[in-house]
Structures are given as structure tokens and as C-alpha cells.
């Protein structure tokens, strides 16, 4: 079974700085996606980024970008230019893909880390 | 908004008890997913329904049952409550049925649970 690994159960970052919180997994399958989701104090689940495990280029969404490595089983998220608004939780997540043999399409999560920002 | 609905926001109730968490995914989505936020668990992936039939089952205890109906809202039910079933529970839906392509889950608001 897959398993997702977050090892920071907490983080904290000067306001405008950058921060990079770790994530690893667990899998033998060779198709699969990843997905980094927030959960602000409202408790609702943001997606904040994904990245396909065919593709080599790492995904960038505007401050908030990834840096994986298939081989390692790692996918860390880098927040550039950390705001007050960043401030929440953030939760790692795999998918498998079904059409490579995966089992089913739910979402398994890490234990998240708790990110404050300082102004 | 992620045009995933989740109602009530808050439930309030008594061990032994049973309860009804309801889901309206959003527009044109057919998937609908299950999953319960607790403190000691994490999140967890519940039950899958797809277009009215189930799809996939994780850790849902055996006291615990979901349908999708023809308009495609999704209930789930919860029966004989223990202290341990309090936790924020997560409609979240999809597009397909997550057989093929990315399928990004969309996530409702919640529904959290207390159980006295």
C-alpha cells in the first residue's frame, strides 16, 4: 500500500521569505500523481499545486512551486515570498493512476505540517 | 468556493446515536468521495461513489454507510456513535470516476461531528 511521509509536524517563516516544506512516499507503482492541498483555519482543502509522476518538469504555480525526484520518492513544496495569508496547513497527497494499474483514484494523505508566517 | 456543498456545518450529538452528513457535488461531477479528518487518524478516504454505484471503500467501519442518489447528492451515515467517530468529515467530488486522467477532487466545507 502507499504510504505519504511528512516529517515537519511544523514550520515557521519570516513574512517575504522562502520555506520549503518535505514530503515523501511510498510506492511501486510508476505512474501516480502528486498534490500539495492547504487547510486554513476555515478548514477548507485548497489545492494548492500538482505534478504528474510522467512528467520530469517540476510544476510552478505562481509562488508555490515543487521540487520532485521520482527516483527519491520526494516532493517538497517551496513557498517563495511567504504572506501572512500562507499561514495554514498543508497536507501532501498521492493518487494513483488506475490506467497504469493502480487500484483506485482516492487521495491518501500525509499528516501535514503546520506552517505560521511571522510579519 | 469550490462548489462542493456540505450540510449541516456543525453536528452536535450523543454516543449510540445515528446521524445523516449530506454532499451536492458540483455541477457535472459525477464522483462523489468520502473522507473523515480526526486528530489521531489523519485524513482518511472513506467510500466512493460514481454516478449512483460505489466505486471504491477504505477504512469505513462497518457502522458506517454511504449511497449517491439519481440527482447525484451523497449522504453518509453514521450509527451507533462511539466518542472516537468525532472528526471533520470532507465530501470532496470529482469529474469521472478516477479510472483515467488527472480527475482533480474538489472539496466541500465539511461537516464536523461531536460526539458527547
Known amino acids: 500500500a502507499q504510504t505519504v511521509t511528512q516529517s515537519q509536524p511544523e514550520m515557521s517563516v519570516q513574512e517575504a521569505e522562502t520555506v520549503t516544506l518535505s514530503c515523501t512516499y511510498d510506492?511501486?507503482?510508476?505512474?501516480?500523481?502528486l498534490f500539495w492541498y492547504k487547510q486554513p483555519p476555515s478548514r477548507q482543502m485548497i489545492l494548492v499545486i500538482r505534478?504528474?509522476?510522467?512528467?520530469?518538469q517540476n510544476a510552478t504555480e505562481n509562488r508555490f512551486s515543487v521540487n520532485f525526484q521520482k527516483a527519491a520518492k520526494s516532493f517538497s513544496l517551496k513557498i517563495s515570498d511567504s504572506q501572512l495569508g500562507d499561514a495554514a496547513m498543508y497536507f501532501c497527497?498521492?493518487?494513483?493512476?488506475?490506467?497504469?494499474?493502480?487500484?483506485?483514484?482516492?487521495?491518501?494523505f500525509g499528516k501535514g505540517t503546520k506552517l505560521s508566517v511571522k510579519p | 468556493d469550490s462548489g462542493v456543498t456540505q450540510t449541516p456545518k456543525h453536528l452536535i450529538t450523543a454516543t449510540g446515536q445515528r446521524v445523516t452528513l449530506r454532499c451536492s457535488p458540483r455541477?457535472?461531477?459525477?464522483?462523489v468521495y468520502w473522507y473523515q479528518q480526526s486528530l489521531d487518524q489523519g485524513l482518511q478516504f472513506l467510500i466512493q461513489?460514481?454516478?449512483?454505484?460505489?466505486?471504491a471503500k477504505g477504512n469505513i467501519l462497518e457502522r458506517f454507510s454511504a449511497q449517491q442518489f439519481p440527482d447525484l447528492h451523497s449522504e453518509l451515515n453514521l450509527s451507533s456513535l462511539e466518542l472516537g467517530d468525532s472528526a471533520l468529515y470532507f465530501c470532496?467530488?470529482?469529474?469521472?470516476?478516477?479510472?483515467?486522467?488527472?480527475?482533480?477532487?474538489?472539496f466541500g466545507p465539511g461537516t464536523r461531528l461531536t460526539v458527547l
Open positions: 470532496a467530488s470529482s469529474v469521472g470516476s478516477g479510472l483515467a486522467g488527472l480527475n482533480e477532487q474538489f
Open positions: 510506492t511501486s507503482e510508476s505512474d501516480y500523481y
Open positions: 505534478q504528474e509522476a510522467y512528467k520530469q
Open positions: 497527497a498521492y493518487r494513483s493512476d488506475p490506467v497504469y494499474g493502480g487500484s483506485q483514484g482516492n487521495l491518501i
Open positions: 455541477s457535472g461531477d459525477l464522483s
Open positions: 461513489y460514481y454516478n449512483g454505484e460505489e466505486r
